[in-house]
Structures are given as C-alpha cells and as structure tokens.
C-alpha cells in the first residue's frame, strides 16, 4: 500500500520538544519534496515548511522559523520535524505530503502551490501545561 504515515505527535508543555516521523511506505521518497502541513481548529491549513529532494533546501513559515527542523533520511525512507520551543499556539494536527520532483530536486517553496502524490493521515500535537 502507497501512503505516508505520520507518528510522533502528543502533548507536550510550554518551551517542550517534539519530533515528528513522516514515513513512506510503498514508494521511495527520494524523488519528492515533502511539505508539512498544521491546521488547528477552526483556522486555514498552514503549511510550516518543505525540504527539497535532494535535502539540499529547506524552507519554514515565518510562524516557526528558527524553532523547527525538517530533515530526511532517505536510507529510512523518512522525513522529520523537529520541533523546538513549543508554544501553545503550534497546537494543531501536522500532516505531511509529497510531491514528485524527480530525484536530487532542490525544488522547494512554500510560497507555490503544487498538487501532491500522496497525503499522511495526521498527527495531533498539543501544547499545553
């Protein structure tokens, strides 16, 4: 079966950590951008940051810039967010999603939309204490 699977997400307390897993299973990633997306309750999807294929560019929202890492490791197939000094205000489901853009892409911006291959299910993160 082709989908991305999300995990990592919980509760986790003001200025708290959490890394998030984007996994692909059925396919390789290493043809794809991978964008995460959030979207809390009652509020547009944001889309928080994208890394390239070849892992050679990554770009963040404005929201979390400074406080958030996307990372990838092909050989596991996986994308991360690693997600620092947590704020009640990142409390939201984070989802991934790929696009293909062919192997060592440095395609990667957030201010395009493009559509996506495939879509994980969701994971919810919140922050509170």
């Known amino acids: 079966q082709l989908q991305l699977v999300e995990s990592g997400g919980g509760l986790v307390q003001p200025g708290g950590s959490l890394r998030l897993s984007c996994a692909a299973s059925?396919?390789?990633?290493?043809?794809?951008?991978i964008d995460w997306f959030r979207q809390a309750p009652g509020k547009e999807r944001e889309r928080v940051s994208c890394i390239s294929s070849s892992g050679t560019r990554t770009n963040y929202a404005a929201s979390v810039k400074g406080r958030f890492t996307i990372s990838r490791d092909n050989a596991k197939n996986t994308v991360y967010l690693q997600m620092n000094s947590l704020k009640p205000e990142d409390t939201a489901v984070y989802s991934c999603?790929?696009?293909?853009?062919?192997?060592?892409?440095?395609?990667?911006?957030?201010?395009?939309?493009?559509?996506?291959?495939?879509w994980g299910q969701g994971t919810q993160v919140t922050v509170s204490s």
């Open positions: 999603a790929a696009a293909r853009r062919g192997l060592l892409s440095s395609f990667c911006v957030l201010e395009s939309t493009y559509p996506y291959d495939y």
């Open positions: 059925g396919f390789t990633l290493d043809y794809y951008v």
